[in-house]
């Protein structure tokens, strides 16, 4: 004896042709790397063996692109003259395997960190100063 199970049917955006028509429970490996990047939306329509409809819609925002990086411009600044701009793009390449090349993007050193380097230098000196002038030769 079978049981009849709900069927739901899978739409990516508003197209007429479902994605996958499938029988409930199921796992199902949704492959975004055929989606364009940018926002999408996963509309999913469930039939029950009695007739009734149920719709659930998931927003969703693919990135399968390369990942751009800029240090230098920030959303809305207001800026003049020349800007010096480091641009870095880089991709998740073959997830099975992990490439450091080309996968971190290089940062400048921020004021922050060189004001705690310079006090801890200045400290360290001032040690050693105080410690090696105190000794009889």
């Not at 499938?22 to 975004?32: A, E, G, N, S």
């Not at 641009?87 to 996968?103: L, P, R």
């Amino acid at each position: 004896m079978t049981k009849d199970r709900s069927s739901v049917f899978l739409f990516i955006d508003d197209d007429a042709k479902p994605l996958a028509e499938l029988k409930t429970p199921i796992v199902f490996d949704f492959d975004t790397s055929k989606l364009t990047d940018g926002d999408h939306v996963l509309k999913i329509v469930s039939k029950s063996p009695t007739g009734r409809e149920g719709i659930r819609k998931i927003n969703f925002t693919v990135k399968n692109g390369p990942s751009i990086s800029v240090e230098g411009l920030n959303e809305d600044d207001v800026v003049d003259g020349i800007l010096p701009l480091m641009i870095n793009a880089y991709d998740k390449g073959n997830q099975k395997s992990f490439v450091i090349e080309g996968s971190e993007t290089p940062q400048t050193i921020p004021v922050w960190m060189w004001i705690i380097m310079i006090l801890i230098v200045g400290w360290g000196a001032y040690y050693l100063i105080t410690y090696f002038s105190g000794l009889p030769y």
